[in-house]
């Protein structure tokens, strides 16, 4: 089988089996299982949140999905030691209510402090030509270790805090937002749940509004 990199181009050919157990790995490194009435609890709230949205006609049930990974061959001894990004599908359709907000607040909160907050190749274009005596610029790169991971209840609750200095959140759209992150992983006909955490908070990579682009306002 094929296996898709994490950000480069290539495309690498591994046995299932291999892969499998790289998989297995991944999910078992960071996932517990879970009984089924947390995951039944998850979907009552998510139904109850759609009601109060009247968007109970159009918010589905959460698809169980099974997780994949793609090849960080862009790391230190990727031949002996590959390290793996895991891929999680199963997203709530609260998700999509959350980066709504998430959207809204970003973009006043970067206005409010004069910000740059790219979210295409185009805008980091059009800023870099923009740029006046390119030659005199430095560049700073950087490479934050489990990004997704860092990201816990309490980093967000504290951002969110910030980002009110500058547009009013209610409450019942922090309690959107927190409930997006109450989220399980389908893997071997079992849910998973975040192991350092006891209310399944996990910002997943896939998720409708993750941290790569809904969230960058934790980083600045």
């Not at 099974?66 to 359709?93: A, G």
């Not at 610029?137 to 200095?165: M, Q």
Request: glycine share 4%; charged share 30%.
């Amino acid at each position: 089988m094929l296996i898709k990199p994490d950000k480069t181009s290539n495309f690498y050919r591994m046995k299932p089996e291999k892969y499998n157990k790289l998989l297995h790995n991944n999910v078992t490194t960071t996932y517990r299982k879970i009984d089924n009435e947390v995951v039944t609890g998850i979907e009552r709230k998510s139904k109850s949140i759609a009601e109060n949205l009247e968007l109970d006609d159009r918010i589905e049930t959460t698809a169980k999905k099974e997780p994949f990974i793609t090849l960080k061959d862009h790391k230190q001894n990727f031949d002996s030691n590959p390290k793996c990004r895991l891929i999680n599908p199963t997203k709530t359709e609260i998700g999509k209510v959350s980066k709504q907000i998430l959207d809204r607040i970003n973009k006043r909160v970067a206005k409010a402090n004069n910000t740059n907050l790219w979210r295409s190749t185009r805008e980091v274009l059009l800023w870099f030509n923009a740029i006046d005596n390119k030659e005199k610029c430095k560049f700073i790169s950087f490479d934050v270790v489990d990004y997704y991971p860092s990201v816990t209840e309490k980093v967000l609750n504290k951002s969110l805090d910030f980002a009110s200095e500058f547009d009013p959140i209610t409450t019942d759209e922090r309690d959107i937002i927190l409930h997006a992150k109450r989220s399980f992983l389908y893997s071997e006909e079992s849910a998973w749940g975040k192991r350092e955490t006891q209310n399944l908070f996990d910002v997943t990579m896939g998720s409708w509004d993750g941290a790569g682009g809904q969230l960058s306002f934790i980083s600045y």
